[in-house]
């Protein structure tokens, strides 16, 4: 695939383009700052950019600001947002107005390659992608009046890979279950959060945004 990096962190820029030229994507601009970023995208659409949320001059939000720049001109460029931290607030901006091809990864994520490469290549197809730990964070917060402390063990494991982008076919494979099983749960799952039935959004979305929001 074609893909644009952004992060001002050179040795972190230089190994992200080492390791996919080596894995045989091309990469087509590496840069440094946001404003860089969406005008490399504007010159040479990628298939996906690979930003830091955190980027100069004030070293805030600028990455995302830009990502959601692109998200709104370029719709079919997907988006990899790379972060030190979790980071509710910014992946709640990020997913709140769609939730195609765009993911929200730890940098810490990069170093595990092939999961890494998995991500970038689910985005590119359609998909959502969120990294385990921020998925994990948010299915930690539960009390009486949370929801998600409702969930059972097994509802919560398939709602973490659920939230990771996992079709539920997947989900039958990584937990050794039937699909009607995954299915099942998914049904219990949307039901006890109270999740209304829409033609606008996936309530499988809808699921993720109530915890980023949460």
Same mark, same amino acid.
């Not at 947002?81 to 107005?97: I, R």
């Not at 998909?127 to 097994?154: I, K, M, N, Y």
């Not at 799952?189 to 309530?203: A, E, M, N, Q, W």
């Given at each position: 695939?074609?893909?644009?990096?952004?992060?001002?962190?050179?040795?972190?820029?230089?190994?992200? $383009?080492?390791? #996919?030229?080596?894995?045989?994507?091309?990469?087509? =601009? *590496?840069?440094?700052? %946001?404003? !860089?970023?969406?005008?490399?995208?504007?010159?040479?659409?990628?298939?996906?950019?690979?930003?830091?949320?955190?980027?100069?001059?004030?070293?805030?939000?600028?990455?995302?600001?830009a990502a959601l720049e692109i998200r709104r001109?370029?719709?079919?460029?997907? $988006?990899?947002? #790379?972060?030190?931290?979790?980071?509710?607030?910014? =992946? *709640?901006?990020?997913? %709140?107005? !769609?939730?195609?091809?765009?993911?929200?990864?730890?940098?810490?994520?990069?170093?595990?390659?092939?999961?890494?490469?998995?991500?970038?290549?689910?985005?590119?197809?359609?998909?959502?992608?969120?990294?385990?730990?921020?998925?994990?964070?948010?299915?930690?917060?539960?009390?009486?009046?949370d929801p998600l402390g409702t969930l059972s063990?097994?509802?919560?494991?398939?709602?973490?890979?659920?939230?990771?982008?996992?079709?539920?076919?997947?989900?039958?494979?990584?937990?050794?279950v039937s699909l009607s099983t995954v299915e099942?749960?998914?049904?219990?799952?949307?039901?006890?959060?109270?999740?209304?039935?829409?033609?606008?959004?996936?309530?499988?979305?809808?699921?993720?945004?109530?915890?980023?929001?949460?």
């Amino acid at each position: 695939m074609r893909l644009i990096l952004a992060d001002d962190a050179v040795l972190l820029r230089e190994g992200l $383009i080492r390791l #996919l030229e080596e894995a045989g994507h091309q990469v087509v =601009a *590496a840069v440094g700052d %946001a404003e !860089a970023l969406v005008e490399a995208v504007a010159a040479d659409r990628p298939d996906v950019a690979v930003v830091d949320v955190r980027m100069p001059p004030g070293h805030s939000d600028e990455g995302l600001r830009a990502a959601l720049e692109i998200r709104r001109r370029w719709p079919g460029v997907g $988006i990899v947002v #790379l972060s030190q931290y979790v980071e509710k607030t910014y =992946a *709640a901006k990020l997913l %709140a107005d !769609a939730t195609e091809s765009v993911g929200y990864l730890l940098k810490d994520r990069v170093s595990e390659v092939a999961e890494f490469l998995e991500a970038l290549e689910r985005v590119r197809a359609g998909g959502t992608v969120l990294d385990p730990e921020v998925v994990r964070q948010l299915l930690a917060r539960t009390s009486h009046a949370d929801p998600l402390g409702t969930l059972s063990e097994r509802e919560s494991e398939v709602l973490r890979q659920l939230a990771q982008g996992y079709a539920n076919s997947a989900i039958a494979g990584n937990l050794h279950v039937s699909l009607s099983t995954v299915e099942k749960h998914v049904n219990a799952i949307f039901d006890k959060l109270d999740l209304p039935r829409t033609p606008v959004y996936s309530r499988r979305v809808l699921a993720i945004l109530r915890y980023l929001d949460g």
